[in-house]
């Protein structure tokens, strides 16, 4: 599907979706595969065009977060209970877990995510609110517009700056 952060692949195993994917320089992972769309992976598509046209702030459709190890799965667990514009620290994500003391740890199982968007892994950011990094999409700026788009204030490492190409909510597209 195509959204303001690139082409989206929705994937799912017929009951619930399994996988999303954001385009990363204009590739997703099963570009060559043919779409064989369901009730599912449709009701997860018009979710997501709800949400980037500001009309959604939630999901519904069925996500199986099975595929990950117990302790990513208890993170991913936590990252389902943000609400639209919440955000929560990777120490906060933590010390929720039990490993207060594991922030490579919980960073890696954000970072490993298999249904971003749906299960909000941009509303987590660093210390003070800064984006420490995003393995979806583009990475920092794909995470900066989604938190823009849900009015989520944030800030960005020391020199980097939003990429022009991504349609910042309020800004004027680049030339």
Same mark, same amino acid.
């Given at each position: 599907m !195509?959204? !303001?952060?690139? *082409?989206?692949?929705v994937?799912?195993?017929g @009951? ?9 320089? =204009?590739?997703?992972? &099963?570009?060559a595969?043919?779409? %064989? $769309?369901?009730?599912? +992976?449709d *009701?997860?598509?018009s ?9 959604r *702030?939630?999901?519904?459709v069925p996500v199986?977060?099975e595929r990950?190890? $117990?302790?990513? /799965?208890a ?5 389902v209970?943000l ?7 990777y120490?906060?994500?933590g010390?929720? +877990?039990? *490993?207060? &003391?594991?922030? /490579? #740890?919980i960073?890696g199982a954000v970072? #490993?995510? $298999?249904?971003p968007?749906?299960? $909000?892994? &941009? %509303?987590v950011?660093g #210390?003070?609110g800064?984006? +420490? =990094? ?6 920092i !700026? @794909?995470k900066?517009w989604?938190?823009e &788009?849900?009015g989520?204030a944030?800030?960005?490492p020391?020199?980097? /700056?939003?990429? !022009?190409?991504l ?6 597209p680049a030339?």
């Amino acid at each position: 599907m !195509p959204s !303001p952060i690139g *082409r989206i692949e929705v994937v799912g195993n017929g @009951t619930a979706i399994v996988s999303l994917a954001i385009e990363h320089d =204009g590739a997703l992972p &099963h570009d060559a595969l043919d779409e %064989r $769309p369901d009730a599912v +992976t449709d *009701r997860a598509v018009s979710q997501l065009e709800e949400y980037f046209a500001g009309h959604r *702030r939630d999901f519904d459709v069925p996500v199986s977060l099975e595929r990950g190890t $117990p302790f990513q /799965r208890a993170v991913w667990e936590q990252l389902v209970e943000l609400q639209w514009g919440e955000v929560v620290s990777y120490g906060e994500l933590g010390m929720a +877990t039990g *490993r207060e &003391h594991a922030g /490579r #740890a919980i960073g890696g199982a954000v970072g #490993a995510n $298999p249904v971003p968007i749906i299960v $909000p892994c &941009h %509303r987590v950011l660093g #210390a003070a609110g800064v984006i +420490t =990094g995003y393995s979806a999409g583009e990475g920092i !700026p @794909t995470k900066s517009w989604l938190l823009e &788009h849900e009015g989520i204030a944030h800030k960005l490492p020391t020199g980097l /700056r939003p990429d !022009p190409t991504l349609d910042i909510p309020g800004e004027e597209p680049a030339a």
